[in-house]
């Protein structure tokens, strides 16, 4: 089974590279479109995709905001490019938790044809958190 994230983000500095790091484990493939960042997100994929994480960066400025069409664009993408058998629409600030120990294909596996629910969490940056050296706001 063939698990594939897709993800279109713009000026996501703060947490595009934990965001990808706790992905990584979950997903096959990581599919981001920048859409236009000048906070340094592009450079920061630039750098995790060079460490040989499952992650295939796209940058393609827009002026509108034209979600179906690009999100739609990657999950074509995700199916036709990589072989996806599941593709998981995320924001940079969504994170999902599955169960300690539990990985999302084991769960989808277990269940199939099944409605599911996987933990799954929004999170925010504030000023309080630069002190802290962790990066991964799961943990």
């Known amino acids: 089974m063939k698990l594939v994230a897709i993800s279109r983000v713009r000026n996501e500095a703060d947490i595009i590279e934990p965001f990808v790091r706790h992905h990584a484990v979950y997903f096959d493939k990581i599919i981001i479109l920048d859409d236009g ?55 940079a600030d969504e994170f999902i938790e599955p169960d300690v120990g539990q990985t999302v294909a084991q769960i989808l596996e277990r269940h199939p044809g099944e409605l599911l629910s996987i933990p799954w969490h929004n999170f925010e940056w504030r000023p309080e958190n630069d002190a802290d050296p962790e990066i991964n706001p799961v943990i």
Not at 43 to 69: F, H, I, M, N
């Open 37 to 91: 960042s000048n906070d340094g997100t592009f450079d920061a994929l630039r750098k995790l995709r060079a460490e040989a994480l499952p992650l295939v960066v796209v940058k393609e400025p827009t002026v509108g905001y034209e979600q179906s069409r690009y999100m739609t664009r990657l999950m074509q993408m995700a199916v036709h490019q990589f072989g996806a058998d599941w593709v998981a629409p995320l924001d």
